[in-house]
């Protein structure tokens, strides 16, 4: 089971909340709470960071805060996230479980109140807390896609990128799979799955003359629903060739897609490490469910339906 189960350590957090808070109050209209320093029109101000941010397809976190509560209990950890409408009126998602690869499986405090929607977030940072990144969406929205956010990060710590080399980063992927269950007759589709995988990314440093050129892949992708039973497996997704933004040591928006052609969409990333040795990326696809049912009589995913998956994708050499 991912909900309610036992959770595997998580680490202590040595990066700080995403832009410092310099006070916060109650927001009457998305009901989460107000970051007095972080600009609602793009969160996307922080060097090192990176927010899957518009507005017009209902992409609006603009901070996401991990908390330990108390150190070595990973079971009391959190998430303050603000700015998605309709989960609480404090920003928390507590910890209520793990996916099978160990990445942190979180939901609203405030799910069960009156006028609350349930959300679920799949967060995790590397074993150094050098980067990290989380998702968030909620599965009771019909007839069009609902609100949702994604963020990557790295700590403070200094990152000079080599001039030269080529390295192999690996690592795992997570994420959430927003469905369109409007075709549902049973009223028992989830309007979520969650998605599990091996993340890949090849950097050359030294060409495109010093630019640097990456590439990358999403493989052994499983689909769960959020009890933790598993739905069948899905094609893999190559990352299209990115660009590397020295100045700032991220990675430069670029293409994804699914091998079998039914998602299409963006990735970028962030390094962290004191060389560089680490990354976090985001992965927004779009597309539709593969048009048969999952590996199990017991999937439930309507098919070949709209979909959307947020994912995030932790690396290193």
């Known amino acids: 089971m991912i909900l309610n189960s036992a959770v595997k350590a998580f680490g202590i957090l040595s990066v700080s909340a995403l832009i410092a808070c310099g006070g916060s109050g109650d927001n009457p209209v998305t009901g ?61 998602y507590d910890r209520t479980g793990t996916l099978p690869n160990g990445w942190g499986l979180y939901q609203n405090t405030e799910r069960n109140l009156e006028g609350r929607l349930q959300y679920f977030a799949v967060f995790n940072q590397s074993a150094t807390a050098d980067v990290e990144g989380g998702v968030a969406a909620s599965p009771q929205y019909r007839g069009s896609i609902g609100n949702a956010g994604a963020v990557i990060r790295r700590s403070s710590t200094p990152v000079s990128l080599p001039v030269a080399g080529i390295f192999n980063y690996n690592g795992s992927y997570s994420g959430i799979r927003e469905i369109d269950n409007d075709l549902d007759t049973t009223g028992t589709v989830p309007g979520i799955t969650l998605v599990t995988g091996d993340a890949l990314v090849r950097v050359d440093y030294g060409d495109f003359d010093v630019t640097g050129d990456i590439v990358g892949s999403i493989s052994n992708r499983n689909v769960y629903d959020v009890n933790g039973t598993f739905l069948g497996s899905l094609s893999n997704v190559s990352l299209a060739e990115a660009l590397i933004d020295r100045p700032t040591q991220t990675i430069n928006e670029s293409g994804a897609s699914s091998q079998d052609g039914l998602l299409s969409g963006t990735w970028e990333g962030v390094f962290g490490g004191p060389t560089g ?35 995030i994708l932790l690396v290193a050499q």
Do not use: W
């Open 32 to 92: 989460g709470t107000v970051d007095t320093d972080v600009d609602p029109t793009d969160p996307n101000v922080v060097t090192g960071q990176k927010f899957a941010f518009d507005r017009t397809v209902g992409l609006v976190a603009n901070s996401i805060e991990f908390r330990e509560n108390v150190a070595g209990d990973p079971s009391d950890d959190q998430l303050v996230i603000n700015n998605i409408p309709f989960d609480t009126t404090t920003g928390e």
């Open 277 to 311: 040795n680490e990354i976090a990326a985001y992965v927004i696809l779009n597309g539709t469910t593969p048009s048969t049912p999952g590996a199990t009589p017991t999937d439930p995913v309507i098919p070949g339906v709209d979909v959307r998956e947020l994912g």
